[in-house]
């Protein structure tokens, strides 16, 4: 039976930190692809696609005809169409990770997190279920991995999504809780690779799938006991009452929180918000009724679609998104290249390097995913930059008077909210892009250690972006748009970051496993990245320009309305 919210707040710690271990192993775990691709190689999927004639490198299985210890699990062969069909499943999977984020907007705002927590559990139960299945008898099982691959993104986001509605009860602390959740989700990447050091230590595959989807389940157990039907009251919802008892005394508290908030707000909304215990006014639900909410209304949402900022941003999650997404499905074939020169069938001693190169480095990107614990948070800092010095003292309209007509009054001048707001967002996507060229610079060097480097890089870019555009759309949009907002552009970004598999295709095909060119294509793509801060410098000075305008006109009639006062008209 479900608890009741009141009861689902006295278990709010358990579930959060349930919730932050949750999404490390099952959100975003497609995204350590690079390990995965080595184990399903291991396992013989699609190989039977590989022919004495097409086989571009043995080091996964070796030569069929050789000698085989009696206990050695079976040689299988590996080939450019057998890359392919995998790098297919991984963009499918990927694809639906992100794009999925609209509707379930849509359904989480129906049903509440509860039913979609239980069926993502339940999707990546069966997903780990169906990989361990089909690896019993590939040649005839692999196409399944297809449908694996896809419920295990689709149940992935699901997991993501639902917990990004906990921080609600955690009051000033939801911030913190925000960026862990966003955090675990990012770092996700790592299970994998944590996954191939279990199976390199000699556990059979389908043993680690079968157990991993046990874990699910128990995933599964946890939101059905813990999980309340009710969704957790948003922040401008927040108006019910709590029972906290305190040694047996029971106290009322009324709860208020930030402005703005959408369930699908989740990246940099939150991290850009002020704290609820920063509020020093509780506000009742008549008073919200009572206040103008209908000038957000009033905006239709077809002019945020068509505004200039939504469409830069287009442009720019569209081209990170690739950027990323091609490099995680392309990295192995990459580092092979490094070390067999790109030839098409290297010796055995060469091979066996380039596969121990691959898993080492695979590792070692998995094991990086853990910074995004790191820099989500201080991206989250960036966007907060300077905010405490635009929030406005709560003053009645008579202090305010008095203040204006006081000629001793020397206050420091205040920013603007929302231009600060926007700068911030300028100069986070500023940061972000120029980590994204270092990025594209360094994969261009035929170097593995600095391939590290690469790896860092890509790491904070991954983590970086979601939040700066979560923050820019919290900033210029009104808040019931930014949800639908935010998943249109996740939608948009996922079907062209598709395109990652006609770039592999032509790199493993006509460029013979040569990336160079390739990637110097994305690096001058990701040269566009900096015309949405470029466009948002120039909206930032019209707004200060209008602003200083409209102070103009107000300091105008003032001084009209003193001269009537003192009975001179002009």
Request: aromatic share 10%; net charge neutral; proline share 5%.
């Amino acid at each position: 039976m479900a608890p009741s919210l009141s009861q689902a707040y006295r278990r709010r710690w358990w579930m959060a930190v349930t919730a932050v271990i949750e999404n490390l192993l099952f959100s975003a775990v497609l995204l350590g692809w690079g390990s995965l691709l080595i184990m399903l190689k291991n396992e013989g999927f699609y190989s039977h696609l590989c022919t004495e004639e097409n086989v571009t490198n043995q080091s996964w299985g070796g030569d069929l005809s050789s000698a085989q210890p009696p206990l050695a699990p079976p040689a299988w062969l590996s080939c450019v169409d057998q890359e392919e069909m995998l790098n297919l499943g991984f963009t499918i999977g990927s694809f639906l990770l992100s794009a999925a984020t609209l509707p379930l907007g849509i359904l989480m705002d129906r049903f509440g997190p509860r039913p979609l927590r239980l069926l993502g559990s339940a999707l990546f139960a069966l997903s780990c279920s169906m990989i361990a299945a089909s690896a019993y008898d590939p040649p005839v099982l692999s196409a399944l991995i297809f449908l694996a691959l896809s419920l295990n993104g689709f149940g992935g986001i699901c997991l993501t999504f639902t917990s990004l509605t906990l921080p609600n009860m955690f009051g000033n602390l939801s911030s913190t809780l925000m960026s862990l959740m966003i955090g675990s989700y990012a770092s996700s990447a790592v299970t994998f690779p944590g996954i191939k050091l279990i199976y390199d230590a000699g556990v059979p595959f389908t043993v680690i799938m079968f157990v991993w989807s046990s874990l699910a389940c128990l995933v599964f157990l946890n939101c059905f006991l813990n999980w309340p039907v009710e969704s957790f009251p948003a922040p401008q919802e927040i108006n019910y009452v709590k029972k906290i008892k305190l040694s047996g005394l029971a106290l009322d508290h009324k709860l208020t929180g930030d402005r703005f908030h959408s369930h699908v707000s989740t990246v940099g909304l939150r991290l850009s918000q002020k704290s609820p215990a920063e509020s020093k006014e509780f506000i009742s639900s008549e008073e919200r009724v009572d206040k103008p909410a209908d000038n957000t209304h009033a905006i239709p949402f077809r002019r945020s679609v068509f505004s200039p900022i939504f469409l830069w941003s287009l442009i720019t999650m569209a081209m990170t998104q690739i950027r990323i997404i091609f490099y995680m499905g392309s990295m192995n074939k990459m580092l092979e290249f490094l070390v067999t020169g790109g030839q098409e069938h290297p010796s055995e001693e060469r091979a066996k390097e380039a596969e121990e190169t691959v898993g080492f480095y695979a590792s070692v990107f998995g094991t990086l995913q853990l910074l995004c614990l790191v820099s989500c948070p201080l991206i989250g800092y960036m966007m907060d930059w300077k905010m405490k010095e635009c929030e406005e003292p709560l003053r009645t309209r008579g202090e305010k008077d008095k203040e204006s007509s006081d000629p001793n009054a020397n206050q420091k001048p205040r920013r603007d909210k929302k231009i600060q707001k926007i700068t911030n967002a300028m100069r986070s996507f500023t940061f972000t892009n120029m980590l994204l060229v270092g990025f594209g610079i360094t994969s261009l060097i035929n170097n593995l250690p600095i391939q590290i480097v690469s790896f860092i890089l890509h790491t904070m870019v991954r983590g970086f972006i979601h939040s700066c555009c979560g923050g820019l759309y919290a900033a210029v949009y009104p808040s019931n748009h930014f949800g639908t907002l935010t998943g249109l552009q996740s939608l948009i970004s996922a079907l062209f970051a598709l395109f990652q598999q006609l770039l592999f295709i032509a790199m493993v095909g006509p460029l013979h496993g040569d990336p160079f060119w390739i990637n110097l294509s994305l690096l001058l793509f990701s040269l566009a990245g900096f015309l949405l801060p470029g466009y948002l410098y120039f909206h930032c000075r019209n707004l200060v320009k209008e602003m200083q305008a409209k102070d103009g006109t107000n300091q105008s009639e003032e001084a009209l309305r003193g001269h009537h006062s003192n009975g001179q008209l002009q």
